[in-house]
């Protein structure tokens, strides 16, 4: 009897340290993780703002019973994720701030009505970002949820990094993203010819109006002011493009025929130097990107600069092409 008794009085001493201790313990908890990635700030950046984008690289989805839902925007402020699984159990995430390519604040809650705060920043560094990645658990329940906080903590850091190391690993497969900034430009005089081709049609129709272009120039004595510039007027990848190939000239300028004047009003636009062959795909998908994450509104044709000559420099590797977006 007398050792029921010791035993008696250690439980009750252990159920007492349970509910006094945390009396006196934190209610929420903090984390934090870092890593270098070798990739720009908006490759990064698109990872996490893109919800979705967390189902290819989340410590937290290896709970192979977890679904999804999203709701609001597709990327930035405003997007909402809420999960449910077996394992992680349930709870939401929401995105309340983003700083295109800076900072992103998350809402988060849990099922067990414990709340929180995730946090992202991204420092660039040469050809690399700092990455940290930071999160707050609030609201822990009395007493369990304060007793078990500190363990959170130790348990939530090797996941932080684990997924900051698949982040990595995703990110520096796409590759570096070209620096795209605002730019202000002065008013462009041209003489150019409006024309349209299919996407295959392209190099050929540039080519011969340029050459009608040169030798109209040269003919009235024209001062040439820049590189050769195409302006598109649309985008239709399966039908007809319509293209006005045109040569900066000085202000005093007439046309003739199918050589017409055209002017680019002075205004800021959205700008990007690529370097390599005609194939600019990738800097437009990038240039779309910078323009949904600012919220810009753009006018209804853009245009790109043809810097080097191909004639004078083998390499296509060193070919310059500089691409405009004009902003309303």
Do not use: C
Not at 159 to 168: E, H, I, T, V
């Amino acid at each position: 009897m007398k050792v029921l008794k010791v035993l008696g009085i250690i439980v009750l001493i252990i159920v007492a340290l349970v509910f006094i201790i945390p009396l006196f313990m934190a209610d929420t908890t903090s984390v934090s993780a870092d890593i270098s990635i070798k990739a720009s700030p908006a490759t990064v950046f698109h990872q996490v703002s893109k919800l979705k984008n967390w189902e290819n690289w989340s410590p937290f989805e290896s709970d192979s019973t977890i679904v999804n839902t999203y709701e609001g925007t597709e990327r930035g402020t405003g997007a909402i994720r809420s999960w449910d699984g077996e394992k992680i159990g349930s709870g939401s995430m929401a995105i309340i701030e983003s700083v295109p390519y800076n900072k992103i604040v998350n809402k988060l809650e849990f099922g067990d009505g414990s709340e929180g705060k995730g946090s992202w920043s991204f420092d660039p560094r040469g050809d690399s970002v700092d990455v940290i990645w930071s999160i707050t658990i609030s609201n822990l329940s009395y007493p369990m949820g304060k007793l078990i906080g500190p363990i959170m903590k130790t348990m939530l850091e090797p996941m932080l990094k684990k997924g900051l190391a698949s982040l990595r690993e995703i990110s520096e497969k796409e590759g570096y993203i070209p620096d795209i900034q605002v730019v202000e430009l002065p008013r462009i005089v041209t003489l150019a010819i409006y024309d349209s081709t299919k996407i295959s049609g392209i190099g050929s129709l540039l080519e011969t109006n340029y050459s009608k272009l040169m030798n109209y120039i040269k003919e009235r004595g024209y001062q040439i002011t820049g590189a050769p510039l195409a302006v598109y007027h649309n985008w239709d990848p399966s039908g007809y493009i319509k293209i006005s190939a045109a040569i900066p000239l000085t202000n005093n300028v007439k046309g003739r025929k199918e050589i017409q004047k055209f002017e680019i009003n002075a205004g800021k636009a959205v700008f990007v130097e690529h370097f390599g062959g005609y194939d600019t795909g990738k800097a437009h998908e990038a240039i779309d990107e910078y323009i949904k994450d600012f919220n810009l509104r753009t006018k209804d044709f853009i245009w790109e600069t043809y810097i080097t000559d191909p004639s004078t420099e083998p390499d296509s590797s060193k070919w310059q092409t500089n691409i405009y977006y004009p902003l309303k």
